[in-house]
């Protein structure tokens, strides 16, 4: 068993939850990974003050991917209040497997991309 | 490749990093298109200097500034004469991107203007377009672009039609690409640009380490090249230009040992090269690069390319060998430098390098600061495995060993 691409990993890779677009949608936002230049958007609609669904677009590692499949699990249903409060080690925990410092945007860069479109805080997730 | 003394291990171990150990493994080194490993004489050369030869060059009157100066100017002889050039003309900077800003800035500001156009390639470098496109919005000129075609390669007929609109002031291009490996027909292009009446310049940075480089052959304006990627030190750049255009321009940064006498308004410039070398230059990295040159030298460049072709060669086979591999760039390795990128169906770049790391094998993955170039594949990255004088065929099995296992770790089929 490898230690970064577990199973789990990989079968969020291989068969992303909550990709695609999203029309109607009331937020979105588009980054890129400066590592390699991966592109990652995502589309919010909102009801009562939460998410109320969401979908990713764009293409990346199995890192990037896998993660943005898991978090959007999380996502759906958050209270847009809560989202500028997650952070780094939310999204590393929710992961769940080690990541090294250079891979550490690829994880990331769905928590940039939703925290932009949600608070327009562009910053990277410390 | 071997040493003139002989031995299997030969080149491999003058170099001493792979005599390091990497977690019960030995360095398998596939990224020197990044950077190159050095030699112990490189590295022996700038102990050697700043432990007993150090001062600051051109100044002094002593005796140790006078070694100074000597080791300075010495390896800049030695620097020049490796590629055919002259000391005169030969300018060291801080990398290639510098040499290329070098001429954006001196030469661009004085003569480019809306009137005129920089012609480019769809496969350079970031260093080779970022400098013009800043240069073509401050002048108001066009920056245009040469088309790559699907084996990765260029064509003199399109060249021949841009140069013939009459407006190119300036064509520059890489001499290897670095992520298509492709051999551009430097000598041609630049015989066409000049004819035109514009001027060239040629960044070698993927070249000069790799293969028998003579800058007055080739005959571009401009030719850049960087220390680290051939054995020297980082911090080290090359820029050679003609003479009769170095003399014409104005100098790129200011301040100290570029000037030859300064007033309370206004300074006149020293004479070349040093009017193009403001401030303290790298002098140890330039004694480090000198060292660098004599060691290829030794080895002989036409020996290196031969050695790196034919590795390369052994490279596209055994890569081809892997399920859902596609290689960009030219297909026989007699056009292309010692590199291959590559993508592989299923698997991220990222991802390919990561897994080639478990099996201790360094290769690079993203868009290798060529991203209009990936536009232009249909790629957002590749991964790329480069080789250098110290590689050897074990390196490359390595490298598939790894590519096969991780489209296992992946659950890839076919075999």
């Known amino acids: ?126 | 490749m071997r040493t003139a003394s002989g031995g299997r291990a030969g080149v491999r171990a003058d170099f001493p990093i792979f005599a390091r150990d990497f977690g019960g493994r030995p360095l398998i080194y596939l990224d020197s298109a990044a950077s190159s490993q050095k030699p112990e004489v490189v590295i022996e050369a700038l102990a050697e200097h700043l432990r007993n030869h150090n001062a600051n060059v051109h100044r002094g009157v002593y005796a140790l500034a006078q070694e100074a100066d000597a080791a300075y100017d010495g390896a800049r002889a030695r620097v020049a004469a490796f590629v055919g050039g002259e000391p005169e003309t030969t300018i060291f900077t801080k990398n290639a991107t510098e040499a290329i800003n070098l001429v954006a800035y001196a030469w661009g500001r004085e003569n480019l203007n809306p009137t005129g156009a920089v012609l480019i390639t769809q496969m350079e470098h970031h260093a080779n377009i970022v400098p013009w496109q800043q240069l073509c919005r401050e002048r108001g000129a066009e920056l245009r672009y040469l088309e790559v075609d699907e084996r990765g390669e260029l064509s003199l007929e399109q060249l021949d039609a841009e140069l013939a609109r009459g407006d190119v002031r300036m064509l520059a291009f890489a001499h290897v690409s670095n992520v298509l490996g492709t051999i551009n027909p430097v000598a041609e292009m630049t015989r066409r640009a000049r004819a035109a009446g514009a001027l060239t310049l040629v960044d070698g940075a993927q070249a000069v380490p790799h293969m028998p480089v003579d800058v007055a052959a080739l005959g571009a304006d401009f030719y850049a090249w960087t220390g680290h990627k051939a054995l020297g030190p980082t911090g080290i750049g090359v820029l050679h230009g003609r003479r009769e255009v170095l003399e014409e321009m104005q100098p790129f940064l200011t301040g100290g040992d570029m000037i030859a006498s300064v007033d309370f308004q206004s300074a006149t410039w020293n004479e070349l090269p040093y009017k193009f070398e403001a401030g303290t230059p790298p002098i140890a990295e330039a004694v480090g690069l000198g060292a660098a040159v004599e060691y290829l030298e030794r080895l002989g460049m036409e020996r290196v390319r031969a050695h790196e072709r034919s590795l390369t060669a052994y490279m596209l086979e055994r890569l081809a060998q892997v399920p859902g591999l596609r290689v960009v760039g030219p297909p026989e390795a007699e056009r292309r430098g010692g590199l291959a990128s590559f993508t592989i169906e299923g698997m991220h770049p990222h991802d390919i390098a990561e897994l080639a790391d478990r099996g201790g094998v360094c290769i690079r993955a993203g868009h290798h600061c060529a991203q209009p170039l990936m536009r232009c594949l249909g790629v957002g990255a590749t991964a790329r495995a480069s080789v250098g004088v110290y590689n050897d065929a074990a390196d490359i099995d390595a490298l598939l060993d790894a590519l096969l296992a991780g489209r296992e770790v992946f659950g890839l089929s076919g075999a």
């Open chain 1, 1 to 126: 068993m490898d230690d970064l691409y577990r199973d789990y990993i990989l079968d969020h890779y291989k068969r992303p939850r909550n990709f695609g677009e999203l029309e109607p949608h009331d937020l979105e936002g588009l980054e890129h990974n400066p590592l390699c230049g991966d592109e990652l958007g995502v589309h919010i609609l909102v009801k009562d003050g939460r998410i109320e669904d969401i979908r990713f677009h764009g293409h990346g590692c199995a890192i990037s991917q896998a993660s943005a499949s898991i978090a959007s699990e999380e996502l759906k249903g958050m209270k847009l209040a809560d989202v500028g409060a997650l952070d780094a080690d939310w999204m590393i925990e929710l992961l769940g497997i080690p990541v090294s410092a250079t891979r550490r945007k690829c994880a990331l860069l769905n928590l940039k991309v939703v925290r932009g479109a949600v608070t327009g805080d562009n910053a990277w997730p410390e």
